[in-house]
């Protein structure tokens, strides 16, 4: 479940504008990756067309791709410390 949620997702090296102003709307999957690396959290769902979630998350903020098949349909930002989730289990080894 908790892979799911993004819980530990990484922060990107960099700054958010950036790296928004090395995407926009129409480029392929593969030239997000390309410019930015592999996203912190990715989500994904098949049907008739293919839906993508890409999370990137930079120390000023975060960035989010969505792509429908394969291209990016729109890419959002948020400015200040990224929310990234965190665990609610117990770290390993501690005593509840």
Do not use: C
């Not at 908790?2 to 504008?17: C, N, T, W």
């Not at 790296?19 to 410019?35: N, Q, S, W, Y």
């Not at 959290?41 to 120390?59: L, N």
């Amino acid at each position: 479940m908790e892979a799911i949620a993004g819980v530990g997702s990484e922060l990107r090296p960099g700054k958010l504008a950036d790296a928004r102003g090395r995407i926009d709307p129409g480029i392929p999957g593969a030239k997000v990756t390309a410019e930015l690396g592999l996203p912190s959290f990715a989500v994904k769902t098949q049907g008739v067309s293919e839906h993508a979630i890409w999370t990137y998350y930079f120390a000023d903020g975060t960035l989010t791709v969505n792509l429908t098949d394969d291209r990016v349909a729109r890419v959002s930002t948020r400015f200040g410390p990224p929310r990234i989730p965190k665990s609610r289990r117990p770290p390993a080894g501690s005593v509840e």
